[in-house]
């Protein structure tokens, strides 16, 4: 069964960074878009950053400037880089991967807590 799993959450002060990794059980080769999500307490699971087999990443204008989407297709893992990290980041975060079938795919989620 195709699987995604996150790790690299945890608790970080304000201003600080993490990265976050999603290694897939399957090959990226399979892969159409992929991408972060994240939900906050209490609140809805929304885009943080997606990214196309074309090359384009798009991100959400909370997280632009400050976080990074990269891909290791060789490894089948991707991974979010996240600098300067704010309170309002705290969520967990799920990565999700989307088929050239059209089967889409989730983690199971990681803890990001940004507090001091």
């Known amino acids: 069964q195709a699987q995604l799993v996150e790790s690299g959450g945890g608790l970080v002060q304000p201003g600080g960074s993490l990265t976050l990794s999603c290694a897939a059980s399957f090959n990226f080769a399979s892969i159409n878009v992929m991408g972060w999500y994240r939900q906050g307490p209490g609140g809805q699971r929304e885009l943080v950053a997606l990214s196309k087999n074309s090359g384009n990443t798009n991100y959400a204008n909370s997280v632009k400037d400050r976080f990074t989407l990269s891909r290791d297709n060789a490894q089948n893992t991707m991974y979010l880089q996240m600098n300067n990290l704010r309170p309002e980041d705290t969520g967990v975060y799920y990565c999700?991967?989307?088929?050239?079938?059209?089967?889409?795919?989730w983690g199971q989620g990681t803890q990001v807590t940004v507090s001091s």
């Open positions: 999700k991967a989307i088929s050239t079938d059209g089967d889409a795919h």
